[in-house]
């Protein structure tokens, strides 16, 4: 594992770098936004990785049901958290972005607001699991509210169609709306950002796990004590 981190970290590392310099030096200004447009590249795949993250909660979440796992529970712990990370660093970018655009930080267009929509959704998952007591009674409500709360990223997706919006699309039925230059970097992005989800996650998940069995090894300490002083008292 430790050889898969160190690898997952110099790849991502690589992988940054690059796509700082085609983001910002090497794909070409758009006519109308100018260099603007470079905020793009980090929005857009921010906000597709955390979909993605997101998506790894809700089948870790139906798969919770049927192998009734903690290690499985984890994993849709850790991606949660990630995915509120990365919808946060969507939210910040595009106010970055819309302010210049459209003369105002934030707007009540149907895209912008079902990701805040998202974004508490999340937030009230993580604040669910830290009040319900119990391993197992925790990771069933969380896996429940989950499955639930995911019904709003294919509301995301759809909200530029079901509803008037002036958020600008990325990618129609006919394909990317940009220059090949711009495609090629949008892509790139979305790979950094997502080998560095991957790094996260797997970062997470090993301390999560650690975290277990700090808890097994607390609760045989325990165990171990009372059985001592019970032989003691005896």
Not at 124 to 150: D, P
């Amino acid at each position: 594992m430790k050889q898969v981190l160190v690898a997952l970290a110099v790849l991502a590392t690589l992988l940054v770098l690059t796509d700082l310099y085609l983001a910002l030096l090497w794909s070409p200004p758009e006519a109308e936004m100018g260099d603007l447009v470079r905020i793009m590249y980090f929005h857009v795949a921010s906000a597709w990785v955390a979909f993605l993250a997101f998506t790894v909660t809700f089948v870790c979440s139906l798969l919770y049901f049927w192998r009734r796992n903690a290690v499985i529970d984890l994993i849709a712990l850790s991606s949660t958290e990630i995915s509120l990370v990365y919808t946060t660093i969507t939210l910040v970018t595009g106010s970055l972005w819309a302010r210049p655009v459209w003369n105002t930080w934030w707007t009540w267009d149907p895209r912008l607001t079902t990701t805040l929509i998202l974004w508490f959704l999340l937030i009230g998952l993580l604040l669910l699991r830290g009040t319900v007591t119990g391993a197992e009674r925790r990771a069933r409500f969380s896996a429940v509210f989950a499955i639930v709360a995911f019904v709003d990223v294919p509301i995301i997706h759809l909200s530029v169609t079901l509803w008037r919006s002036i958020h600008p699309q990325v990618i129609t039925d006919t394909g990317f709306q940009m220059p090949g230059s711009m495609v090629i970097t949008l892509l790139f992005s979305f790979l950094a950002f997502m080998v560095i989800y991957a790094l996260l996650l797997l970062l997470r998940v090993q301390a999560g796990l650690l975290e277990i069995r700090i808890q097994k090894l607390r609760g045989h300490i325990r165990d171990v004590t009372r059985v001592m002083e019970g032989e003691v008292q005896g």
